[in-house]
């Protein structure tokens, strides 16, 4: 699946959230990844400025400055929830393509 395009300096502030070994079902239900962004929201509300969920396998979240993202980067590359784990990525390279 190829990464959806993003204006390069959202793509800058952005953290990708991918589920980890996702079942034929889990792509059309967003609930599990839109508590995990529910999360983040509440442990850095000032940090993010909006985020955009995919499908229930995909998000970003954007934040104010690439300082704010690395810092909550830093402390997760992987997050579980609902039984569910997600990866966490940074795009380091704004406009690179990436294959999955």
């Known amino acids: 699946m190829l990464l959806h395009r993003r204006d390069v300096a959202e793509r800058e502030k952005s953290i990708k959230i ?6 034929g079902t889990d792509e059309d239900d ?3 990844i ?3 962004i529910n ?3 509440v442990e850095v509300p000032t ?8 499908n229930g396998t995909e998000a970003w979240v ?3 400055t690439i300082e704010e993202r690395d810092e909550f980067y830093s402390v997760r590359k992987t997050v579980t929830i609902n039984n569910k ?3 966490l990525q940074v795009i380091h390279q ?3 393509e990436s294959t999955e």
């Not at 940090?47 to 995919?54: D, N, P």
Request: charged share 5%; glycine share 4%.
């Open 18 to 23: 991918v589920m980890l070994h996702p079942t």
């Open 30 to 32: 967003i609930s599990t």
């Open 34 to 36: 839109t508590a995990l």
């Open 39 to 41: 999360q983040i929201l």
């Open 47 to 54: 940090s993010v400025t909006s985020y955009q969920v995919v």
């Open 62 to 64: 954007d934040f104010s």
């Open 85 to 87: 784990s997600f990866y």
């Open 94 to 96: 704004p406009g690179e």
